[in-house]
Structure formats: C-alpha cells, structure tokens
C-alpha cells in the first residue's frame, strides 16, 4: 500500500501532485482532443497555447515552422498570432498529410490575411518517409 502524506492544498507540492494528475487523466482521457481554433482541431491545451503566445509575441519570428500538423489547428492558431502582430509566415511539416486537413487548411478565410507575402497561404511539405 502506497504511503499516505498530509500536505496544505494550497501549498506548491500540493499544486504540482494536483496538476500531474490533472494532466495524466486529461490525456488518458482525450481532453487535448475536444479543442478548436477558428474551425480546426488543434491538439493542444489551452494553457498551452496561451503559453506559446507569449513566446511568439516575444520573439516576433518571421517564420513558425511546426512539424506534425495534424487537422491544422495550431497552423491557424500560428497564423492568427501572425495575423495579429501583423508579422510572419506559418510552415507545417508532416510525412502524411491526408486530403480534407490540407484542403480546409489552404481554404482557411484566415490565411488570406497573412501580411508578409503574395503567397499567403501556408506551405504544406509532405517529407517522404
């Protein structure tokens, strides 16, 4: 039987036990998966987004290249940061990026609005495995 320890709830060993947990179960159970941005699914805790924000709001990249694109939801979220900082270009990599996620990706009202080139929709490289 595991040992049993007393801790203040709101102390910071408390807080991380409660948010390990918190994250093994949201995962187990799916939760990353219930989430959008603009239309698309994006896998990605909304915490975790924020967190990215703040990065790229920092840094300003000219260029955000993700690798694994999955249905596009964080290469829309990327071009709405791009969007709102009026800086930068998105880039998704993947070894296989299945027909209707590309097409809704290259059909998205919101790459038309990216600043930076004529060529304003992202670039979609399907890496041969």
């Known amino acids: ?18 948010s390990n947990q918190w994250l093994k179960v949201g995962w187990n159970q799916k ?6 941005w603009m239309g698309r699914p994006i896998i990605q ?12 709001y920092r840094i300003k990249p000219d260029v955000i ?3 694994g ?3 596009g939801g ?6 709405s940061l791009c969007k709102a900082m009026g ?4 880039i998704g990599i993947d070894i296989e990026i299945r027909p209707h996620n590309a097409q809704a990706m290259k ?22 495995k």
């Open 1 to 18: 039987m595991a040992e049993r320890k007393n801790m203040d709830l709101y102390s910071k060993e408390a807080f991380e036990l409660i």
């Open 31 to 36: 939760y990353p998966y219930t989430f959008s």
């Open 45 to 56: 805790l909304p915490e975790d987004m924020i967190r990215i924000q703040e990065v790229i």
């Open 65 to 67: 290249i993700e690798t």
């Open 69 to 71: 694109i999955a249905h």
């Open 74 to 79: 964080s290469l829309i979220y990327y071009a």
């Open 87 to 90: 800086k930068g270009r998105v």
């Open 107 to 128: 059909a998205h009202e919101l790459l038309d609005f990216l600043p930076l080139s004529k060529e304003v929709r992202p670039i979609l490289i399907l890496l041969q």
